[in-house]
């Protein structure tokens, strides 16, 4: 994590303690180890990434074969918690960070739309993530365009 504060970045302290808890389903492998080697946004035609599902969900997976996109909701582990105003690279002005989809958010959930390569035994192989190598992934749902 990158406790580094940029000109005009605004961070709040956090709560004591937590509202809510969670589950984390399997771990997210891509070719990236560190956060700056990870694309801004999943590209569809990018590499191929695979979702481990921990063997007490693999049954979950069923019926997920045949879809051509599903919905990723992941944790971005490794990003700061506490920044209320933002110094985007690239950016002369600071920013909100609920106006931003940096990872750096008080719950660094994230969300990638991602296109179903196949389904193997214990995983799904996908093309579209943005996240470092060993993220805990939170949910999987079908993604339905409109």
């Given amino acids: 994590m990158d406790d580094t504060i940029r000109p005009g970045e605004i961070a709040g302290p956090l709560p004591e303690a937590f509202d809510a808890g969670l589950y984390f389903i399997g771990r997210i492998r891509t070719p990236w180890t560190n956060r700056s080697d990870c694309p801004r946004r999943g590209d569809q035609a990018g590499p191929i990434c695979r979702i481990e599902i921990n063997e007490r969900w693999r049954p979950a997976i069923a019926g997920l074969a045949g879809r051509d996109f599903l919905q990723i ?30 990872p750096v958010r008080p719950n660094p959930i ?24 060993g993220t805990p992934l939170i949910d999987i749902k079908p993604h339905y365009a409109p």
């Fill in 73 to 102: 909701l992941y944790f971005m582990d490794r990003a700061r918690r506490d920044l209320l105003v933002q110094a985007p690279k690239g950016r002369a002005e600071t920013i909100g960070t609920f106006a931003l989809r940096s």
């Fill in 110 to 133: 994230a969300s990638s739309i991602v296109k179903l390569e196949s389904v193997e035994a214990g995983g799904l192989l996908v093309r579209g993530l943005d996240c470092t190598d």
